[in-house]
């Protein structure tokens, strides 16, 4: 079986301070045998991520893979050899086809735009993401029903303990992404995210980004749920 997880970010984000090593403690402590880390807009820290593990000579693979913000919104490029530049839609599609990579639909109804258009060229959509809502996370299982396509289910960790929220496990039946297309996933861990950890990952963002506009906003909506005693609860 694989056990593992798809789509988190590590440090190599702009929203997050998840560090290479702390993530393969993470997989070590949990059996996991396989990790798609898929960083926003770069593909550094997968690769990071493969070459310590190889040097160490752990048995967890490694797929190389990213979270790239398209036109349309994010899409994952997985199983690619180098970055993808180009962003228009159509061009982005055929490059990660070109690698002989898949496309996943992270999200799809949180910053999307042409979701149909999305949802008829990935090779497999997201159904649970554990820094969505309820509804919206519904609406992605009725959006794979209604292009029959492959699903799966993704923690979006920024932070250590947002890992947990989605090790899923399937069956080998082929290499990695043949298996991925083909077996039933099955969530080990279906956990939901607190709110102050998506804001803990904005307040990373202005941090990084250098944008006061943003920290000062995330203050004042982290103070307004506070006293609303939001902070503290699950997506």
Same mark, same amino acid.
């Given at each position: 079986?694989?056990?593992?997880?798809?789509?988190?970010?590590?440090?190599? &984000?702009?929203?997050?301070?998840?560090?290479?090593?702390?993530?393969?403690?993470?997989?070590?402590?949990?059996?996991?045998?396989?990790?798609?880390? +898929?960083?926003?807009?770069?593909?550094?820290?997968?690769? /990071?991520?493969?070459?310590?593990?190889?040097?160490?000579?752990? =048995?967890?693979?490694?797929?190389?893979? #990213?979270?790239?913000? +398209?036109?349309?919104?994010?899409?994952?490029?997985?199983?690619?050899?180098?970055?993808?530049?180009?962003? @228009?839609?159509?061009?982005?599609? =055929?490059?990660? /086809?070109?690698?002989?990579?898949?496309?996943?639909?992270?999200?799809?109804?949180?910053?999307?735009?042409?979701?149909?258009?999305?949802?008829?060229?990935?090779?497999?959509?997201?159904?649970?993401?554990?820094?969505? =809502?309820?509804?919206?996370?519904?609406? #992605?299982? =009725?959006?794979?029903?209604?292009?029959?396509?492959?699903?799966?289910? #993704?923690?979006?960790?920024?932070?250590?303990?947002?890992?947990?929220?989605?090790?899923?496990?399937?069956?080998?039946?082929?290499?990695?992404?043949?298996?991925?297309? @083909? *077996?039933?996933?099955?969530? /080990? &861990?279906?956990?939901? *995210?607190?709110?102050?950890?998506?804001?803990? &990952?904005?307040?990373?963002? &202005?941090?990084?980004?250098?944008?006061?506009?943003?920290?000062?906003?995330?203050?004042?909506?982290?103070? /307004?749920? +506070?006293?609303?005693?939001?902070?503290?609860?699950?997506?």
């Amino acid at each position: 079986m694989y056990k593992g997880l798809i789509h988190f970010h590590s440090c190599y &984000s702009y929203d997050s301070i998840l560090n290479i090593e702390e993530i393969v403690v993470f997989a070590v402590k949990n059996k996991l045998n396989f990790l798609v880390l +898929t960083d926003h807009d770069n593909i550094e820290g997968s690769i /990071k991520l493969k070459q310590y593990i190889e040097k160490n000579s752990m =048995d967890i693979e490694v797929l190389v893979a #990213a979270e790239y913000n +398209t036109e349309y919104g994010d899409i994952i490029a997985l199983g690619i050899k180098y970055e993808i530049i180009n962003m @228009k839609f159509n061009f982005f599609v =055929d490059e990660v /086809k070109k690698q002989n990579g898949i496309l996943l639909f992270p999200h799809p109804y949180k910053g999307h735009k042409n979701i149909d258009v999305i949802a008829k060229e990935v090779d497999m959509i997201e159904i649970f993401n554990a820094r969505t =809502d309820d509804m919206n996370n519904q609406k #992605a299982v =009725d959006l794979a029903q209604k292009y029959n396509k492959p699903f799966y289910y #993704a923690t979006d960790a920024h932070n250590y303990k947002s890992l947990q929220n989605g090790i899923i496990e399937f069956k080998k039946q082929g290499n990695f992404i043949e298996s991925l297309l @083909k *077996s039933k996933i099955i969530i /080990k &861990s279906k956990n939901k *995210s607190y709110l102050w950890e998506t804001y803990l &990952s904005q307040y990373i963002k &202005s941090f990084k980004e250098k944008n006061i506009k943003l920290f000062i906003l995330l203050i004042v909506r982290s103070i /307004k749920n +506070t006293l609303l005693l939001k902070i503290f609860r699950k997506i």
